[in-house]
């Protein structure tokens, strides 16, 4: 039988530094926000050519700060794909707004942008796009019919960090895109682990403060995060 992901191949590969990071870690007994995730976060944003990146606990969570970040709420409607591992419109059915399914094309198994218009109600506030089997929807398409609708384009590339759409990478795209390191994903952590992505500063503080439970400052509050 072939392994779907073989960790423990890639843990022989990179050994001695992922066990020195790990010592690092238990040594400094930073385990939460530490600095480790500061330079992590800097890291992920460069890899995928600036912006912001703001890590979390998940790839379901990164979806969850994405929708909240958007001030997406109950009754709102987000156009999504029923195409997809189950997290992405569960994320958007557990803030209670309803997941309004578009069926897949068939040249790339991803939402069918044809299809899009006709989706679209008052209600409708986002478009939440899926990169499945690493591969990026026609983002440049979701992009314009974002823009001309007055839409947030969510991007979930759980499936898909590090893969380029028109020489960019994906998690650059739309207000926020998302991944998820869960291990057997494209960069799997150890453990459970997702991170947020946006080209914008305020969002990206937003992001942050909701994944502090709202923290503004410690132990002052402004959001439910
Ligand atoms: C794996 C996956 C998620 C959820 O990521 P977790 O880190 O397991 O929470 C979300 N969306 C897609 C498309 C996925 O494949």
Do not use: W
Not at 119 to 141: D, F, R
């Amino acid at each position: 039988m072939i392994d779907f992901a073989n960790l423990k191949e890639s843990h022989k590969a990179h050994k001695e530094e992922i066990e020195e990071a790990v010592l690092r870690v238990c040594r400094n007994a930073q385990f939460i926000m530490g600095s480790e995730v500061e330079s992590l976060e800097k890291e992920l944003a460069e890899f995928v050519g600036g912006g912001y990146a703001v890590s979390c606990s998940s790839g379901s969570s990164a979806l969850l700060l994405a929708l909240m970040a958007l001030g997406v709420k109950v009754g709102d409607e987000v156009i999504t794909t029923p195409f997809t591992f189950i997290a992405t419109a569960e994320m958007i059915a557990l803030l209670g707004i309803k997941p309004v399914f578009v069926d897949i094309s068939l040249e790339d198994y991803n939402l069918d942008c044809d299809l899009i218009e006709q989706a679209i109600t008052p209600k409708t506030k986002a478009i939440l796009a899926v990169s499945l089997y690493g591969q990026p929807p026609n983002l440049e398409k979701l992009e314009h019919i974002c823009k001309e609708r007055n839409l947030k384009l969510i991007l979930d590339g759980a499936q898909s960090f590090g893969a380029e759409f028109l020489g960019r990478k994906d998690s650059t795209f739309g207000a926020i895109a998302t991944t998820s390191f869960f291990p057997a994903k494209p960069l799997g952590c150890y453990g459970d682990g997702g991170a947020v992505f946006t080209q914008e500063e305020s969002l990206a503080k937003k992001i942050a403060s909701l994944r502090l439970h709202g923290e503004k400052s410690r132990y002052v509050h402004q959001f439910v995060g």
